[in-house]
């Protein structure tokens, strides 16, 4: 059985599990092999490689369903994988939205994405990585500590196979680099990081670029103060901004707009963002980190404006969310082999806007600029948002003195409406943002 190709393991998995008393069915196979190397104080700490192969299998018995999943593939464990599945399945509760794809609705092809590189790094040459970055981050004057450096690469391979017709597979490869120092001494101490990660090795950054920064980061943050609480303009950096393109993520996700339990549950088509702000996820991007040709259910995936004009255009919608709210799925189910398909943006990023992020600031008196965000106490049942977080102080237009133990409040709605975005969009993680000012929040400090 291991030695058949991974299209015929399933489908051979799939024929028994019909045969054994499943109305329908669908497997998974993911394949990876990751490596990584890490070192502290200029010495290695770790060498890791990992080969797996893990597989998972969903059966229907009727509108009930079960997903078991195993990494044995020995003897008699298929077989045992599958009596399990049916078993379970039968005593599950009926779910009148769960079933597969209809055959009309599975991709028939797609498109090949740029998404795989076969370069393999020797341990060698990630030791290497590691080090020069760690060596560039603690020849930064005033770093006094190192948390470690850490160098990657990984690479999954996809298989997805149904009863429906439906069969595919994808591979997609990583690469990573990492650094994280501390700077101060005694009870005046900081710390910061930075990181690289790509899809092709080609693109990943320096390391000591990347070492550089990291410790520039943690020198800047020395001798935070703590401004008295205030309402002020609040100005993210693209690496805290991310975190707000989580939150639409999240709230627009078919689970929670079927459950009722969003804030914009009642927001279709509404206004969220000024007219020039446009939010896109994009399955398709070349060297995109979440770039897959099909989704999790075979339906062939495709590049959706989720915001256009500032208006909410769609949902995130897999097929059981899109039945359960009358509407027709985005293709955006995703799963692992342990789970049923559950909705999930791709890549998703805002669309840079026209100034750059010095003319955001340039006419605040006095604001708080935002590199880091900590703890979280965001509700996105009604949409309330306080979170700790960390970084500069604006004064006259000019990022000043940095500050800490910060927290930022206000309401998700009203954020979006006010929020004008920079011109510094990267294309870096799966999830991305430009510098983002939002007026009016209230920050927390002293008093």
């Given at each position: 059985m291991t030695d058949l190709s991974p299209h015929d393991l399933l489908a051979d998995l799939l024929a028994r599990a019909k045969r054994a008393g499943a109305d329908a069915a669908d497997a998974i196979l993911a394949q990876g092999v990751s490596q990584s190397v890490s070192q502290?104080?200029?010495?290695?700490?770790?060498?890791?490689?990992?080969?797996?192969?893990?597989?998972?299998?969903?059966?229907?018995?009727?509108?009930?369903?079960?997903?078991?999943?195993t990494t044995d593939f020995k003897g008699d464990a298929l077989d045992d994988m599958i009596e399990r599945a049916i078993a379970m399945a039968k005593v599950a509760p009926e779910d009148p939205y769960a079933g597969l794809a209809e055959p009309s609705?599975?991709?028939?092809?797609?498109?090949?994405?740029?998404?795989?590189?076969?370069?393999?790094?020797?341990?060698?040459?990630?030791?290497?990585?590691?080090?020069?970055?760690?060596?560039?981050?603690?020849?930064?004057?005033?770093?006094?500590?190192?948390?470690?450096?850490?160098?990657?690469?990984?690479?999954?391979?996809v298989t997805l196979a149904a009863t429906n017709g439906f069969t595919g597979a994808y591979k997609r490869s990583s690469y990573s680099l990492g650094v994280s120092v501390i700077a101060g001494t005694g009870q005046k101490m900081e710390r910061d990081y930075d990181y690289s990660a790509k899809v092709f090795d080609a693109d990943l950054e320096d390391p000591a670029a990347v070492g550089r920064r990291a410790g520039e980061r943690a020198v800047r943050r020395l001798n935070p103060r703590r401004p008295k609480t205030c309402r002020v303009p609040v100005v993210m950096e693209p690496r805290a901004a991310r975190s707000m393109l989580g939150y639409l993520a999240s709230a627009i996700s078919g689970s929670a707009i079927a459950r009722g339990t969003s804030f914009l549950k009642d927001s279709m088509d509404a206004q969220l963002f000024r007219p020039e702000i446009q939010i896109h996820d994009d399955p398709h991007r070349p060297r995109g980190f979440r770039s897959k040709p099909?989704?999790?259910e075979g339906l062939a995936t495709r590049p959706r404006a989720v915001i256009d004009g500032g208006r909410l255009t769609s949902w995130t919608l897999d097929l059981a969310t899109a039945r359960q709210l009358g509407l027709e799925s985005t293709a955006s189910a995703a799963r692992g082999t342990g789970g049923t398909p559950g909705p999930s943006v791709s890549n998703f990023y805002m669309a840079a806007g026209s100034v750059?992020?010095?003319?955001?600031?340039?006419?605040?008196?006095?604001?708080?600029?935002?590199?880091?965000?900590?703890?979280?106490?965001?509700?996105?049942?009604t949409g309330d948002y306080s979170r700790g977080a960390a970084g500069y102080w604006i004064e006259n237009g000019e990022i000043t003195f940095p500050v800490s133990e910060m927290t930022i409040g206000g309401h998700l709605k009203e954020m979006f409406a006010s929020l004008v975005a920079a011109d510094d969009l990267e294309l870096k993680y799966g999830m991305d943002s430009p510098t983002l000012r939002i007026?009016?929040?209230?920050v927390g400090g002293e008093g």
């Open positions: 502290r104080l200029g010495k290695p700490e770790a060498v890791e490689r990992s080969e797996g192969k893990d597989l998972g299998l969903r059966v229907f018995v009727g509108r009930r369903q079960a997903v078991v999943s609705q599975i991709a028939g092809d797609w498109p090949q994405i740029e998404m795989f590189d076969p370069t393999e790094p020797s341990a060698e040459t990630l030791v290497e990585r590691a080090r020069a970055a760690e060596d560039a981050a603690r020849a930064v004057a005033g770093v006094t500590n190192s948390e470690g450096a850490e160098a990657g690469y990984g690479v999954t391979d099909f989704d999790a750059s992020p010095q003319e955001l600031i340039k006419d605040i008196e006095s604001g708080f600029f935002v590199t880091e965000m900590m703890g979280t106490s965001v509700n996105l049942v007026e009016g929040l209230l």
